[in-house]
């Protein structure tokens, strides 16, 4: 029972320690681009959407832009599984193990 109390503790801590990856990660890119709404008209006013771009480059930027991040999101996640693997093998020799 004292498992499932503490579950959304462990919850919490592995969102914390994947946030903290994911900062790491994005911290060690050279040219982190964000994603451009900017081009984009939504204002439902207008029947022109796209204010001097070519949506179809407009919509091939944000695509390319949006796998960059998935592609760091799931790094994250990757060491965050090996770390708590480490961390919880009883048979491994890892001196940093937790005990």
């Not at 029947?47 to 790094?75: C, H, M, T």
């Amino acid at each position: 029972m004292e498992n499932l109390n503490n579950l959304p503790n462990q919850n919490i801590e592995r969102r914390r320690r994947l946030h903290e990856l994911l900062i790491a990660l994005i911290q060690k890119q050279e040219d982190i681009e964000l994603i451009d709404v900017d081009n984009l008209n939504l204002d439902g006013k207008s029947n022109v959407f796209f204010k001097g771009e070519d949506p179809a480059s407009w919509l091939e930027r944000n695509r390319r832009i949006l796998k960059k991040y998935q592609s760091l999101v799931r790094s994250a996640i990757t060491l965050e599984a090996l770390l708590d693997s480490e961390q919880c093998d009883p048979a491994s020799n890892n001196p940093f193990q937790k005990f």
